[in-house]
């Protein structure tokens, strides 16, 4: 199971509604979630429809009774498929006091014991934490192997933040084990000169550690948590709902590890493969694969051309000769490539899969000619060390030229 704990001490920045969406993505991806909600004011609860107030346990049960850990598995409440709520309620404010007499190495590891009673049950658990960091966020952080810093793309919001760094860094180190932070710029209001300079010194200033995608304002948002579920529950075409689900993309492909990994070196020099996307509708056309992690778009050159009313997204990849999957993710969903024929379509753990295969013939920039999966060179492979999406990416090798 990976935890992840979403903190930033500065409220209001979207922290329950990044737990909540990405949770409500993560799921409909075929990920089991658990979302931990450990603020007090029980927001995440009340967004995924429960009502803290006529729950009978909630996370206050787990850290303040001596076999409490071991009771996280019964507090856990559906809130939709494939997603769970562990409540919170108004009581967990009481817990730094009533935890005060304890040793700071038990009442700090109170969450990390709890999770650790739930074996596989979850692929995720997200950790929604309150707007400060107290003994709670610290319980998240032990837990936690992954940190998402939700940042308003806003000036006095990144001004914070370096602070933040600097203190989850310490935490760490006081904790004894690595966490993997990564910034996710939110509430991003794309009409504004303001807003897009800001995005561009959030990504300046913090460079890799920020994730490609941003959450734009959606009021949708705010609709969907009023109505106690995830946005792409009731609003699936909302911008909400798409940058949540690229998000969810993101965040599944970047496991601390997953990495890519040659099974056959090769010295040979890589080749530009160009691959098109052809529609009418779309406005967001992005390409993952085993080649770039499967981050949407990463170190591969987008251009975006017109034959009358259908846009054209080109794709200009660099690839050494190997195997490769690849999926397209169009306006937030992922795709087949429709120009790949080999595609066959599977059922595995019900979910529907394709499987296609193709090599590259020249050493030009041309559209990789289609082969059947048979013609596959069995040497000269590359593959993710735990690809993270076996069941729904395509397969596509490119191979060397004869004679180079
Ligand atoms: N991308 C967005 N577009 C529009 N509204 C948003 C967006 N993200 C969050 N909001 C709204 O902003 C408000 C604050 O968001 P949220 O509750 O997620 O922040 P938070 O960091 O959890 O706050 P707190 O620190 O109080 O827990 C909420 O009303 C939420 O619906
Ligand atoms: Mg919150």
């Known amino acids: 199971m990976r935890v992840i704990a979403i903190v930033n001490q500065k409220g209001g920045c979207g922290k329950t509604t990044t737990a909540v969406n990405l949770a409500g993505a993560l799921a409909a991806d075929g990920n089991r979630v658990l979302v931990v909600d450990l603020d007090p004011q029980a927001h995440a609860t009340l967004a995924l429809g429960a009502d803290p107030e006529r729950i009978d346990e909630n996370l206050y049960e787990v850290f303040a009774d001596p076999d409490g850990p071991g009771r996280l598995p019964r507090i856990c409440i ?8 562990a409540p919170s309620g108004i009581v967990l404010s009481a817990l730094e006091q009533k935890l005060a007499s304890e040793p700071v190495e038990t009442r700090t590891a109170r969450l990390a014991q709890a999770l ?7 692929d995720f658990a997200l950790i929604d934490c309150a707007p ?9 952080l032990r837990a936690a192997r992954e940190v998402i810093v939700p940042l308003e793309t806003s000036f006095f919001a990144i001004h914070g933040v370096q602070k933040l760094l600097e203190t989850i860094a310490l935490l760490a180190e006081r ?7 990564r910034i996710l710029p939110t509430l991003y209001d794309g009409r504004t000169r303001y807003a897009r300079q800001t995005l561009g010194e959030i990504r300046e200033m913090f460079k890799d550690l920020c994730f490609d995608t941003v959450i734009r304002q959606n009021v949708k948002l705010r609709e969907a948590a009023s109505r106690g579920r995830p946005i792409n529950a009731v609003a699936r075409s909302a911008n909400g709902a798409h940058d949540y689900a690229a998000l969810a993309i993101e965040v599944a492909a970047s496991a601390p590890d997953v990495a890519l990994q040659p ?12 691959v098109r996307f052809r529609d009418t509708r779309a406005t967001d056309v992005r390409i993952a694969g085993d080649f770039n992690g499967w981050v949407p778009d990463k170190g591969v050159r987008s ?24 999926r397209y993710v169009v306006d937030g969903e992922w795709r087949e490539d429709p120009d790949n024929p080999d595609g066959v379509a599977s059922q595995v753990g019900g979910r529907k ?7 590259t013939s020249s050493r030009s920039r041309s559209a990789p000619r289609i082969l059947p999966a048979s013609a596959r060179p069995a040497r000269r492979r590359w593959r993710c060390r735990s690809s993270p999406f076996p069941s729904r990416a395509a397969t596509w090798c490119a191979r060397r ?3 180079t």
């Not at 650790?116 to 979850?122: A, E, F, K, S, V």
């Open 78 to 85: 559906p809130a939709g498929s494939n997603l769970d709520v």
């Open 116 to 122: 650790d009673t739930l074996g596989d049950r979850y």
């Open 132 to 140: 400060n960091v107290g003994l709670l966020t610290f319980n998240a």
């Open 175 to 181: 904790i004894g084990h690595e966490l993997q932070v």
């Open 263 to 274: 099974l056959v070196t090769d010295d040979s020099p890589s080749r530009e493969v160009v």
């Open 303 to 326: 251009l975006i051309e017109a034959e009358g009313e259908t846009r054209i997204w080109t794709k200009i990849l660099h690839l050494a000769p190997g195997r490769y999957q690849y």
């Open 353 to 359: 899969i394709s499987k296609t295969s193709c090599t």
């Open 401 to 403: 030229s004869h004679g």
